[in-house]
């Protein structure tokens, strides 16, 4: 009983463990989404059909996580987000960190409730699209969040924070300094003051008569003190302490260039000197891009995309500049050139060019097809390169048809996917295209689509699949048709089974030929089925057996009243076979069930 006992609890604790792992795997996704989406917002307009689809996603997993937990509780590290003490996002670059945004304002902890609104949590991402566009000593994000006292969201900022905003409105002390005696006189140490520098070893340090060479024991007291503190600081606060000075030490180069760039665009007032200064800028995102350095230069971009959004409607000359910019690094040579720098340089931040690749459009599809075949070792980013092409794509259906390979099953089918749920009718044509592909997981995801698409052209292309010579094709695309008043497809079909070497297919194919009559729901049709059910002749083999019970499956699947009464007629047969299939489709298709439309006549 006793090790029964621990292994139950053993279960308990793994059932907990995994809970927990789930649990954070989800909040990790929510980090994720949150910055991506406050990117974008700093890109598009609010109304823009991009913000709509990334908020509602991150809307829809912060919701279903606060409908299970109540309450998400968000640590605020100076460049990462926790949950549980553990980091759950983290960006390197100050600029643009969204963790960094609140960390600056004293912000410790978010919190964020069970019955959050739609509407409340757009307003909070508004206040980080309007906070982060503001330079670093003007925004206020806590300010703001405490002016807009939302009903489901909080924060706790740090008490030195909120000491700082205490003097806010009280009346400046006023010096009056004398500028002429500034720099002069000398500071005169009382007995206790030298007794406690002595208590400290600084003594020696700060002589009470002028000195002409520095002393050599400043630096060392200076090197002392700064081991002491690396010793009393805890190795997450080193860890961060390194961070920050390694992003010190990058602004200081491209993103210094990119913000004073920006900055004179801002201000430029003169046509002519803009379009220069367009010129630096794409002289700097090319050198960029030469060097590999994706996440400058996607920070370029939607600096740019920004002032773009600004200057709307207010200047045609300068839209027309910035354009111009645009349109060339999105031509067919910038784009040759982008997949030579993928393919011979060794991408170090395979997130950073995924991010300039979404910001640059479908022009980016090939390159993705490409990094897609380089990184094949990488299961985490193919799937996340997919998912950028099937987003791209969906705006673009030509771009995604340009990468479509018979040798390439994966990627083919992700756009076959993307393909079946678009609402282009140029989608059916693009599926055209596989009915001569050799790859057979191709093919038959390229019949399901056609079959979603409950048009006349897509049963057209579908009727070539029934004359392939495999097969299982054959049974798909009958598995698949649709019956929607096209007489061609009633045509074929009705002359298909009326056939003498119809009874030659197999029990496979026969059925799903049959149960497309049940579909096609005519007149004819019916007399066909009902002549399968009870068809004559003294033998009783396998063959027309097999026949009879795929004629019970299509007259259930058409269910008029005709189709209910050779039921009911074929419930009095000689074959229980038969008599129990015709009885177990009219109990389906009981009175009490929604009556189906009539004969056509």
Known sequence: MKSTHHSTNNGENKKDLGAGIRKIKKVREIGQLLSKTSSQMKIYASDHSNIQKFFDELYGKINDYLEKHWKLELGVEELAFTFQGKPVYKDDQIKKSLPFLFFKDGIQTLFFYKDLGKDEFFDFLEIIKRESALPAEESDIVISLWEKDFTNIRCVASDEFLESKIGIGMEPLEYQIDLTTLTTGKIELIPEDREALNRVGLNEALPTEKKDEPRDDLAEIAEEDMASLGQSLSDEEIESLEAMIDSNRRITTEDELIALIIEMLYLEEREESFAETIRALDESHHDLLEKGNFAHASHLLYLLLELQSNIENKSDTREYVIKGFLEKIRDDEAITDLQ??????????????????????????????????????????????????????????????????????????????????????????????????????????????????????????????????????????????????????????????????????????????????????????????????????????????????????????????????????????????????????????????????????
């Not at 609402?423 to 019949?447: M, T």
């Not at 050779?566 to 129990?580: N, V």
Request: hydrophobic share 40%; aromatic share 4%.
């Open 340 to 601: 030579r720098n993928v393919q011979e340089k060794k991408i170090s931040d395979a997130n950073a060019l995924l991010e300039y690749l979404q910001i640059l459009g479908p022009v980016s599809i090939p390159v993705l097809s490409q990094l897609y075949d380089q990184k094949k070792r990488d299961p985490p980013l193919l799937a996340e390169v997919l998912k950028i092409i099937k987003e791209l794509g969906r705006s673009d259906l030509a771009a995604l048809m340009r990468i479509v390979q018979d040798e390439r099953p994966s990627i083919t089918n992700a756009i076959i996917s993307v393909l079946s749920d678009s609402e282009d009718r140029r989608a059916i044509q693009h599926l055209a295209i596989f009915i001569n592909y050799k790859n057979k997981s191709i093919k038959s995801e390229a019949i399901k689509a056609l079959g979603k698409q409950n048009d006349e052209t897509a049963n057209r292309i579908l009727m070539a699949f029934l004359k392939d010579e495999e097969e299982e094709f054959r049974i798909l695309a009958a598995q698949n048709l649709l019956y929607i008043k096209d007489q061609s497809v009633e045509k074929h079909i009705l002359n298909t089974v009326k056939d003498k070497n119809f009874r030659k297919k197999t029990t496979q194919e026969t059925r799903a030929y049959i149960e497309l009559l049940g579909r096609i729901k005519t007149a004819e049709s019916c007399a066909i089925l009902m002549s399968f059910l009870k068809r004559p002749g003294i033998s009783f083999g396998t063959k027309k057996k097999d026949l009879s019970l795929h004629a019970v499956s299509g007259l259930e699947i058409m269910g008029t009243p005709e189709a209910i009464k050779i039921l009911k007629d074929g419930s009095r047969l000689h074959s229980r076979t038969i008599r129990e299939a015709c009885k177990n489709s009219l109990q389906k298709l009981s009175p009490n069930a929604p009556q189906k439309p009539g004969v056509k006549e």
